[in-house]
């Protein structure tokens, strides 16, 4: 996926679109064992500075572990098949995405807006 894109001023949240191809365990730091079934999902995140250098790191495949989506975007049965930033804060955004749960507190240690995960996995 190219990862040269710049992004209109103002845009502070980003949604990866993220296909697994197969069913997956990994372990997300601190949040232990995670189970992922093949399928589409959706991460929620923000960048208050440098949104295009957030979104590069995550396409990037040479990185340093440290948020739970890295976990995920390690393993080499899933891709990220597409980007959309927006103006609209990471937890309003994150809110009105219909999708289920799939692994509790995913991508939402530091949340205070009780939004249970900004991972969604995303209906068939």
């Known amino acids: 996926m190219k990862s040269d894109f710049s992004y209109p001023a103002?845009?502070?949240?980003?949604?990866?679109?993220?296909?697994?191809?197969?069913?997956?365990?990994?372990?997300?730091?601190?949040?232990?064992?995670?189970?992922?079934?093949?399928?589409?999902?959706?991460?929620?995140?923000?960048?208050?500075?440098?949104?295009?250098?957030?979104?590069?790191?995550?396409?990037?495949?040479?990185?340093?572990?440290?948020?739970?989506?890295?976990?995920?975007?390690?393993?080499?049965?899933?891709?990220?098949?597409g980007v959309d930033t927006s103006h609209i804060p990471e937890c309003q955004w994150n809110q009105h995405l219909s999708g289920g749960i799939p692994v509790s507190g995913f991508g939402a240690s530091d949340c205070r807006k009780r939004c249970g995960a900004h991972l969604k996995s995303l209906p068939a």
Do not use: Q
């Open 10 to 81: 103002g845009h502070i949240s980003y949604r990866l679109h993220i296909h697994v191809r197969k069913d997956i365990r990994i372990v997300a730091g601190a949040l232990g064992s995670c189970n992922f079934t093949a399928g589409d999902y959706i991460y929620t995140g923000s960048a208050r500075r440098n949104l295009a250098a957030r979104i590069k790191r995550h396409l990037s495949d040479n990185k340093k572990l440290r948020w739970h989506i890295d976990y995920l975007l390690a393993d080499p049965n899933v891709d990220i098949i």
